[in-house]
């Protein structure tokens, strides 16, 4: 069995090297290509190389590497992506290489660095390695590396490269697993530990999941509220005033939230580090105008013709299919209930629930069937950058989803008026695809892994003998972790039904609450146990759901104030006092211009950060301007 590569730095010399991620390479790859991969990979960073601490796994015969980093690899890549960390006084600051003297446990790199920030700077200057001269990839000389391009994005894109995967710490695994979910108690989330494991966008995630669910306890207490209220037309008004507040509220006191955790974490004002093309990324090799370098260029007019012509009108296709399983459930709805009306019986009864039930259903595949379709739709527009990929991928998916998710509820709303309706489609939206959510996210997943070959690496016939590498090995054929996107939008809807339509369904806010209590145990398995590891990165926000969950607080104040006018009791009370149609729009409008003003200052009115946060990122500003300006000439032009 080979060895781990030589460690040059006589301050990095460490009695055992933790293997931080792993390389999958092709079957039967040829002897000369893995080692010319391990020299490149190995090399010092000044001739061109990663000085990556590499382990050619058994023998140079097999498709595995094993790959670590020295202590000064990982501090100097620290620097270059502008990590702060808390200093000597306790303050966070940007790391400085020259003077890592000055902060806390930068010599215990496993205290100063978590796992998940060890193996994101790994991942970084690993895709970062770029070819110096032009050659040919040894062994496969169909294949050509030009000056300048990213070796391992293009061995990746060869299917030299199958895999490129972190690897789990399987003490520090079991102790998270403990505390997180397998263990029943009150405690909150270990959310600290989960991102020194899993990285800030996971546990951003979890926080986000709790701190949304507890939340959620203001709106079943407001539920108990009409128990004690003489006029019962108060209700409405009490329910649709305070979802305007409390969506308004929970996401503003979120951001003071994050940016908090974000500071301590020590990505608040995280510069903007280079980022590499999609593996996916194709295009005519033209010499960069920026850099003088060979690299893909695709026209961004051949994009957006794409886009126009062939992306638009299957998302339209999708959107009318969505249209007509609107109109079909609107149609079985009406045509059961007439068949009620006149065969009524217990079982006839039950089947009222049917056109519901299974315009969910028909929701749930719908979704599935346009996600692969949005997903590869994307993919054929060639975008560049994951960042580009993502937001298109998420637009297109969020369109689709309003209109799928909420299109019925809003037609019931504004056309039908219909609140008992609308009750009844919310109940069955709320139990049904909650159930469906938890199977498809989690059991299915489980089952699917469960059914799988068993994954002991067999080769030539002989079963391997080194226990760390079969396990190393299971890991990669474990499935690949599918993203935060299906969480966020799950989120997303729960926001809705409770932020635009709960007022009339008291009960929306209480089983979303029992729905995330498992929600939370459920996503924690899956992600420790049913998938891959996924590599992190800096993160000090959750992005664009931000503005997405702000923009479905803006749309609640309309429809609130429309259910509140539509309501019985408040239509009771207009008959009364012989209120027109025309006063109450009247008065719908003028209270919906009220809630808007509102919102806008209570928005205004919470900072984003709090007083002490803000005074410690100006003074972390004003560090680094001082630092920037004792810097010799020679280096601030490197």
Not at 296 to 317: A, E, G, Q
């Amino acid at each position: 069995m080979g060895s781990w590569t030589a460690i040059r730095c006589q301050c990095c010399v460490m009695p055992t090297i933790q293997t931080l991620a792993v390389m999958r390479l092709r079957e039967s790859i040829k002897p000369e290509t893995k080692k010319w991969l391990i020299s490149v990979l190995e090399t010092p960073a000044n001739p061109g190389g990663a000085q990556i601490l590499v382990h050619p796994g058994e023998d140079d015969e097999d498709d595995i590497l094993l790959l670590s980093a020295t202590e000064c690899l990982l501090l100097q890549a620290t620097e270059r992506l502008g990590l702060a960390k808390a200093d000597h006084n306790k303050s966070i600051t940007t790391f400085s290489y020259k003077n890592k003297n000055h902060f806390l446990n930068s010599d215990k790199i496993n205290i100063f660095l978590t796992l998940a920030e060890q193996q994101f700077l790994l991942k970084y200057e690993v895709e970062n390695l770029k070819i110096l001269q032009e050659t040919c990839l040894p062994g496969y000389p169909k294949y050509r590396l030009y000056p300048g391009q990213h070796i391992v994005h293009f061995l990746q894109k060869w299917g030299i490269i199958v895999k490129f995967y972190p690897i789990h710490d399987k003490e520090k695994l079991n102790n998270l697993q403990k505390r997180w979910y397998k263990e029943i108690s009150l405690a909150p989330q270990p959310i600290e530990t989960v991102r020194a494991y899993f990285g800030e966008p996971i546990a951003l995630y979890f926080s986000f999941l709790g701190f949304f669910t507890l939340s959620l306890i203001a709106m079943v207490l407001l539920s108990y509220i009409p128990a004690f209220l003489q006029d019962s037309s108060d209700k409405y008004i009490i329910f649709a005033v305070f979802n305007v507040l409390w969506s308004t509220v929970t996401l503003e006191l979120w951001k003071r939230h994050s940016a908090t955790k974000a500071y301590f974490w020590g990505t608040l004002n995280l510069k903007s580090y280079i980022k590499l093309p999609r593996a996916e990324f194709w295009g005519t090799l033209i010499k960069s105008p920026i850099t003088g370098r060979l690299e893909p260029h695709y026209p961004h007019w051949k994009r957006k013709m794409r886009i126009c012509f062939v992306t638009v009108p299957s998302v339209c296709i999708f959107l009318g299919l969505a249209v007509d399983g609107m109109n079909m459930y609107l149609y079985w709805e009406t045509w059961i209930k007439k068949w009620y009306e006149t065969n009524p019986s217990n079982m006839a009864a039950l089947g009222l629930y049917l056109p519901s039930i299974c315009y969910t259903l028909f929701m749930e595949m719908l979704n599935s069937a346009y996600m692969r379709v949005a997903t590869a739709l994307t993919e054929y527009e060639n975008h560049r950058l994951e960042s580009s990929f993502q937001n298109h991928l998420t637009i297109k998916v969020l369109v689709f989803r309003f209109i799928n998710c909420f299109g019925l509820l809003f037609y019931i709303t504004f056309c039908l008026q219909d609140l008992q309706l609308l009750r009844k489609r919310l109940s069955s939206l709320l139990i049904v695809s909650q159930v469906i959510s938890q199977f498809k996210e989690s059991l299915l997943p489980y089952l699917k892994q469960r059914l799988k070959l068993d994954p002991v690496w067999v080769k030539k016939g002989k079963v391997d003998t080194y226990p760390f590498i079969d396990e190393v090995v299971s890991e990669g054929d474990m499935f690949s972790y599918p993203g935060l996107f299906d969480d966020y939008m799950e989120l997303l809807v729960q926001f809705g039904y409770v932020s635009l339509f709960s007022s009339v369904y008291p009960l929306t806010a209480a089983l979303l609450i029992l729905n995330n209590i498992t929600e939370i145990r459920t996503d924690a398995f899956k992600l420790c146990q049913i998938f891959q590891k996924p590599f992190s990165y800096p993160e000090a926000n959750i992005g664009i759901w931000q503005t997405a969950f702000e923009t479905l607080g803006f749309l609640s104040v309309i429809t609130n104030c429309f259910l509140v006018a539509i309501s019985p009791e408040i239509q009771a009370v207009c008959k009364k006092y012989e209120v027109g149609p025309e006063k109450i729009l009247l008065y719908m409008l003028a209270a919906e211009h009220i809630l808007i003003i509102l919102k806008l200052f209570l928005a205004f009115a919470i900072p984003d950060k709090p007083a002490w946060l803000h005074l410690k990122v100006m003074q972390m500003e004003y560090r680094s301007q001082e630092a920037f300006k004792k810097m010799p000439r020679q280096d601030i032009f490197n």
